[in-house]
């Protein structure tokens, strides 16, 4: 079980929506090749409304992802998406489920 997560929160410009979810999209296999990151999701939350949750089992695994390829690609390109910078949690997570 993932101990540690990132939060991230994201708002596209308006007309850059399509854009948005192709490069959350690309992100995934990025992700798949992280050995410390657990989980990944890329979810749209509605109209221009986005967001990045991971999952790791230590603050190797977070900083590393913190560090990796998709923080890099995200932040290029954040000025072009994204009506404001993406806004970066990192909770701990108390509790879960999952089904293996």
């Known amino acids: 079980m993932g101990k540690l997560a990132i939060w991230a929160q ?5 007309g850059k929506e399509q854009e948005v979810e192709e490069f959350l999209k690309s992100a995934q296999h990025l992700a798949q090749r992280e050995a410390g ?3 990944w999701y890329a979810i749209k939350m509605g109209p221009g409304k ?6 790791f089992a230590d603050e190797n695994g977070r ?3 913190l560090n990796g390829e ?17 806004e970066i949690a ?5 509790a879960s489920k999952s089904v293996a």
């Open 37 to 39: 990151t657990i989980s």
């Open 63 to 65: 900083n590393a992802h």
């Open 90 to 94: 990192k909770p701990e997570i108390l």
């Open 10 to 14: 994201l708002e596209s410009k308006p």
């Open 50 to 55: 986005y967001g990045i949750f991971d999952t």
């Open 70 to 86: 998709i923080a890099k690609a995200l932040f290029a390109k954040a000025k072009d998406l994204f009506s404001k910078p993406p």
